[in-house]
């Protein structure tokens, strides 16, 4: 019934003002890539869809944002995005759907809560809590060095959040032993810092209403002719 499509900006975000390192091993998109997105975006304009972009957020923060404002108003909302850090979203009424190409066939895999709880054993929220200990190395956040996810997912089981963990490090009360227990001890900073790059904001300003996002009508003869030029023959 509503659909909106979400880009990131080329300005940086509040997490490059925060960590220096934040995507720093990034490659740019590819140039062939580039010159098409602004034919997408002519393509997605003409079908009347909506394009959202904010300043300062990324657009895991945009569709995060929409996906809590959907699901406030009674939707079932689906997220399609190829990243998993979205799963931090997934609840009962949020649902992520990722594709991916497998013997030249595009397959969805679909998670909600219960898929998120199924596969990793955690809560989706405490995934972000997983991320903070383990870090990204494709969006280079740090996490804890040498905790791997697996350690960093029987942890969050263990201890439920970062914080409390560390209050158990601090009181003596945690059963960690040697230089797993020392890495995690010297390097509260390094997982805080993890834990709020990988969390998706979800109070992103957006001018748009879920009203302004309805379904509607193509622009047919526009579609038709960029389809045209673009020599798609269906």
């Given at each position: 019934?509503?659909i909106?499509?979400a880009f990131?900006?080329?300005?940086?975000?509040?997490?490059?003002k925060?960590y220096?390192?934040?995507k720093?091993?990034?490659?740019g998109?590819?140039e062939?890539?580039?010159?098409?997105?602004?034919?997408?975006?002519?393509?997605?304009?003409?079908?009347?869809?909506?394009?959202?972009?904010k300043?300062?957020?990324?657009?895991?923060d945009?569709?995060?944002?929409?996906?809590?404002?959907?699901?406030n108003?009674g939707?079932?909302?689906?997220?399609?995005?190829?990243?998993r850090?979205?799963?931090?979203?997934a609840?009962?009424k949020?649902?992520?759907?990722i594709?991916?190409?497998?013997?030249?066939?595009?397959e969805?895999?679909?998670?909600?809560?219960?898929?998120?709880?199924?596969?990793y054993?955690?809560e989706?929220?405490?995934?972000?809590?997983?991320?903070?200990?383990q870090?990204?190395?494709?969006?280079?956040?740090?996490g804890?060095?040498g905790?791997g996810?697996?350690?960093?997912?029987?942890?969050?089981?263990?201890y439920?959040?970062?914080d409390?963990?560390?209050?158990c490090?601090?009181n003596?009360?945690?059963?960690?032993?040697?230089?797993?227990?020392?890495?995690?001890?010297?390097?509260?900073?390094?997982?805080?810092l993890?834990?709020?790059?990988g969390?998706i904001?979800?109070?992103?300003?957006?001018?748009?209403?879920?009203?302004?996002?309805k379904?509607?009508e193509?622009n047919?003869?526009?579609?038709?002719?960029?389809?045209?030029?673009l020599?798609?023959?269906?």
């Open positions: 019934d509503y909106a499509v990131d900006l080329k300005a940086p975000t509040a997490r490059h925060m220096d390192g934040y720093a091993n990034r490659k998109m590819p062939e890539l580039a010159a098409q997105m602004p034919i997408l975006k002519d393509v997605l304009r003409a079908m009347n869809i909506t394009i959202i972009e300043e300062g957020y990324e657009a895991d945009v569709l995060g944002t929409l996906s809590r404002i959907g699901e108003s939707l079932d909302v689906v997220l399609l995005t190829g990243d850090d979205s799963f931090q979203l609840t009962d949020v649902s992520i759907y594709p991916r190409t497998k013997a030249g066939k595009t969805t895999e679909i998670f909600n809560r219960d898929k998120v709880l199924e596969v054993g955690v989706p929220k405490q995934m972000i809590e997983v991320k903070g200990l870090g990204d190395t494709s969006d280079n956040i740090p804890v060095p905790i996810e697996k350690t960093a997912l029987s942890l969050v089981k263990k439920g959040t970062i409390h963990l560390y209050e490090v601090e003596n009360t945690d059963d960690l032993k040697g230089k797993q227990r020392e890495k995690i001890a010297e390097n509260k900073e390094l997982a805080m993890s834990k709020t790059l969390t904001n979800l109070e992103t300003p957006i001018e748009k209403s879920i009203d302004d996002l379904m509607k193509w047919k003869s526009e579609v038709y002719k960029i389809f045209k030029e020599k798609f023959n269906r």
